[in-house]
């Protein structure tokens, strides 16, 4: 009873150090948008050349997910983590002390590396370190629980800044990313000590980077959480990474301390049903699918009967939008978990890094859409961001039309291996459990 207290007591420190490490990120990826103002006056830019910064950074993160997985497979989560810490770090220190556009920006790429390099390092421990029948949750816990890092820089960041300045706030936030390298280094472990966790051999292919890609992606289950977490994220991003706050003060005509309101409603809402999501997908493995699909089907609902209105939405109406929008975040990781179990744990890295690629896509295409949209319509007005939301159905058919088909193979593989199984003898083994 001991040794087991004692391993539990080892999981929840080594997560909890790794949990810190996405706070930190977390909170480096958001310090930007919060000094907007700041950064305005810094570096003598208009509003539309800032918000290349979020849109630079959202780009290298994505583009940056699958070498990251592969780097991860390969070279575990403990040093992922560290040097994810370590880039980012020199991001913030950089944007500390420069004042000039072009630097900034690197800064940006530098953070949104090290970011891509944090989030799967931390998730994969989750299945290393806890049972089976945990991995579910505290998945949902890690997701979420980053959050706290958007908390960390629009409160204690935000007033740093104002009362200490630029460079100091900045130095602070590269200080804190120097801490979580260091107890990264120090307490945390790829995995817990024993010839039974022993990491998996390393083949020929796995030496090479195409190849785990290819084999991982050529996985229907694979597509699937992919297809998945593009249904499920790229709305919630698209609204908390650029087009929220405008969209509610300019568009809905709402003061902007009601517009801040609701955007942290949807944050608490995240915050409270992760858990409850998390349970469920731990006890009903083979609904997490049908999970995932109906939140799909409930956020098209909500979007289109607001932008369905010829005025400005009542104020219950954008209430239960936001705690729509917020519910977007466990949804989404219900698909990291789909693709955790529909590949081996050699390449589980890579597997997570291409689902959680699906959602950044999306987000992307929807960022770019809507400022194109939005300037073609003459800009800010309610009738422009209703055309531009409405650009998010284009991107719900592609990502429905990718889980119906790749379901269709999921359920036929299903078929065949029990079919295979039953004909031998034995009963069979899932593998994809994503249905």
């Not at 229907?220 to 709305?235: D, E, K, N, V």
């Not at 990781?333 to 590949?343: E, F, G, K, P």
Request: glycine share 12%; proline share 5%; with cysteine.
């Amino acid at each position: 009873m001991t040794i087991r207290s004692t391993f539990a007591g080892r999981a929840w420190l080594v997560w909890g150090i790794g949990m810190f490490g996405y706070i930190v990120a977390v909170l480096n990826r958001t310090a930007f948008g919060v000094s907007g103002v700041h950064a305005a006056e810094r570096f003598g830019v208009t509003a539309g050349v800032l918000s290349t910064f979020v849109v630079v950074q959202v780009v290298v993160y994505s583009g940056a997910q699958i070498p990251a997985g592969v780097l991860l497979d390969r070279y575990g989560p403990r040093i992922m983590i560290a040097t994810g810490g370590t880039v980012m770090a020199g991001g913030q220190a950089l944007l500390a002390v420069t004042d000039q556009v072009g630097l900034a920006l690197t800064a940006r790429v530098l953070v949104g590396l090290g970011d891509a390099l944090t989030f799967i390092a931390v998730i994969s421990l989750v299945p290393r370190w806890f049972s089976p029948c945990r991995v579910p949750v505290v998945t949902q816990l890690t997701g979420i629980g980053g959050q706290l890092g958007q908390v960390l820089s629009a409160v204690p960041f935000l007033a740093l800044l104002e009362a200490q300045g630029w460079t100091t706030a900045y130095l602070s936030a590269t200080g804190v990313g120097a801490l979580t390298v260091v107890l990264t280094v120090l307490c945390v472990r790829d995995r817990p000590p024993g010839p039974e966790n022993a990491p998996p051999k390393t083949t020929a292919n796995n030496r090479r980077v195409a190849a785990p890609v290819r084999e991982v992606w050529s996985r229907p289950g694979t597509r699937l959480a992919f297809f998945t977490h593009m249904g499920t994220q790229f709305s919630m991003n698209g609204f908390s990474l650029m087009w929220g706050l405008p969209y509610l003060i300019l568009g809905q005509n709402l003061s902007p301390h009601m517009a801040g309101t609701l955007m942290s409603l949807s944050v608490v809402v995240m915050v409270v049903s992760a858990p409850v999501v998390g349970i469920a997908t731990s006890r009903y493995p083979h609904r997490r699918l049908q999970m995932a699909v109906s939140y799909i089907a409930l956020l098209v609902g909500t979007w289109a009967t607001v932008l369905a209105l010829p005025t400005t939405a009542p104020l219950w109406a954008l209430v239960i939008l936001m705690a729509v929008i917020g519910l977007g975040g466990p949804a989404a990781v219900i698909a990291l978990d789909m693709a955790r179990t529909s590949n081996p744990p050699a390449t589980s890295g890579t597997a997570q890094a291409i689902t959680n690629l699906g959602g950044y896509i999306g987000s992307l295409v929807l960022l770019q859409g809507m400022g194109i949209a939005i300037n073609a319509a003459g800009g800010y007005s309610f009738g422009s961001f209703r055309v531009a939301w409405s650009l998010q159905a284009v991107l719900w058919a592609v990502a429905m039309i990718g889980i119906a088909l790749c379901s269709k193979v999921v359920q036929r593989q299903d078929r065949e291996k029990l079919a295979a199984s039953t004909d031998a003898g034995k009963p069979a083994l899932d593998t994809t459990n994503t249905s």
